[in-house]
């Protein structure tokens, strides 16, 4: 069968390499178009990224020596849908014209996630989000993902909201420097050091999570109505992204009931057998001092959400930590998830 052709935006940056190195050998998509800034368009892809490549696996050879260019749907015609690992500076406009233009965006920028006609789509969470592309009027659909930070943490709640319903959530994060892209932090801000700021994070995170949860009325997303109150930090530590999280419930569940909600949790990527799909989707570790992001940041394929230490909390319900993987489960690898899920529905032609 041939693959769907499509093209990463993007591509030289943290989220855009891990697009490269997942879209290797894909068995639905082939990659045809690699898309970054002036600075590097004009150039093969193995040259710009000699010095640049993060990933500890070799730069695919598919990419190397594809010439880079600068995005313009124009140029990119012949692709059915592209992965948006831009710079918000640059996404919404990019991402806009490419819709405008037939082609599918999966997107990981801020730009178009508050939108109630764009899914914030987690492909476990929200499936019937899709519901909404139809009233989108361009010809190409635009589908985000949402902030990384709360990726896992959405999916932590999505089974205990179903079955519990939540009063409020707080959620304080510890979140790795390769979440501000590349060259990111200044190694004299963080090493050794916590930065309790992080630019327009704790708004994303207090709202996107309610989007996520919400429901399709009238071909609009509708939030779900609870609030949260977060706190954003970036510490030393390279990839994933931890977060502690306590949950009031409307209905307050036994630990066995929270811990059962999520051994049992799937969605469509597992009933649909999709590549992507991390099988299970959340891991709870019983060891008292796990998830760490050193042991517990690769399981399934750095697709799993991993949680741990579910306890008391005296002012909450329940606590616990929630790990998850940034530039896979927050970024790339979840966009590739949805890129499926669109693909096994028939959104792609
Ligand atoms: P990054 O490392 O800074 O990469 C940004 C990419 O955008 C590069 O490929 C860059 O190309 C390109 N770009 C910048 N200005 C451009 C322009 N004017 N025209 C065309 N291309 C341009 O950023 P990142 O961390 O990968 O993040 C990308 C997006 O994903 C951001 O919106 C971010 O918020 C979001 N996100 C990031 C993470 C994460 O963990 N890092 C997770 C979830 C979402 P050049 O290399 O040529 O400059």
Redesign the pocket.
């Known amino acids: 069968m041939s693959r769907v052709k499509v093209a990463v935006?993007?591509?030289?940056?943290?989220?855009?390499?891990?697009f490269i190195q997942l879209l290797e050998n894909h068995p639905y998509f082939e990659v045809t178009h690699l898309?970054?800034?002036?600075?590097?368009?004009g150039k093969t892809y193995g040259d710009?990224m000699k010095k640049?490549w993060k990933i500890s696996s070799d730069i695919p050879a598919y990419a190397k020596n594809i010439v880079?260019t600068?995005?313009d749907p124009e140029k990119t015609k012949d692709v059915a849908l592209a992965f948006?690992?831009?710079?918000?500076?640059?996404?919404g406009e990019?991402e806009s014209a490419y819709a405008s233009a037939g082609i599918h965006i999966i997107?990981?920028?801020?730009?178009h996630r508050m939108d109630p006609i764009v899914p914030i789509l987690s492909a476990e969470v929200n499936a019937s989000h899709l519901d909404v592309l139809s009233s989108q009027k361009t010809k190409g659909k635009i589908i985000t993902?949402?902030?990384?930070?709360i990726?896992g943490v959405t999916i932590s709640l999505k089974p205990l909201y179903d079955l519990f319903g939540i009063e409020s959530v707080m959620l304080f994060s510890m979140q790795?420097i390769?979440?501000?892209?590349?060259?990111?932090v200044p190694t004299m801000d963080i090493l050794g050091n916590v930065v309790p700021h992080i630019g327009g994070e704790e708004e994303k995170a207090e709202i996107e999570p309610l989007k996520c949860l919400g429901k399709v009325e009238n071909g609009k997303i509708v939030h779900a109505d609870f609030p949260i109150s977060a706190h954003c930090n970036r510490v030393p530590v390279f990839?994933g992204?931890t977060v502690c999280v306590s949950v009031k419930f409307k209905k307050k569940p036994s630990k066995e009931e929270i811990l059962s909600a999520w051994k049992n949790f799937s969605g469509e990527p597992q009933k649909l057998g999709l590549p992507q799909a991390p099988n299970p989707p959340i891991l709870y570790r019983e060891e008292e001092d796990r998830p760490q992001p050193r042991l517990d940041l690769e399981t399934g394929r750095g697709m799993t959400t991993v949680i741990g230490r579910l306890r008391p909390d005296p002012i909450f319900d329940w606590k616990y930590v929630v790990l998850s993987h940034?530039?896979i489960r927050?970024?790339?690898g979840a966009a590739l998830l949805n890129a499926e899920l669109l693909y096994k529905k028939n959104f792609l032609g």
């Open positions: 935006l993007g591509a030289t940056g943290s989220v855009g390499q891990r898309c970054a800034s002036e600075n590097s368009a710009v640049r880079i600068t995005p948006s690992g831009l710079d918000a500076s640059i996404a990019v997107s990981n920028s801020k730009n993902n949402s902030n990384c930070t990726m790795a390769s979440g501000a892209g590349y060259p990111g990839d992204h940034n530039t927050g970024a790339a």
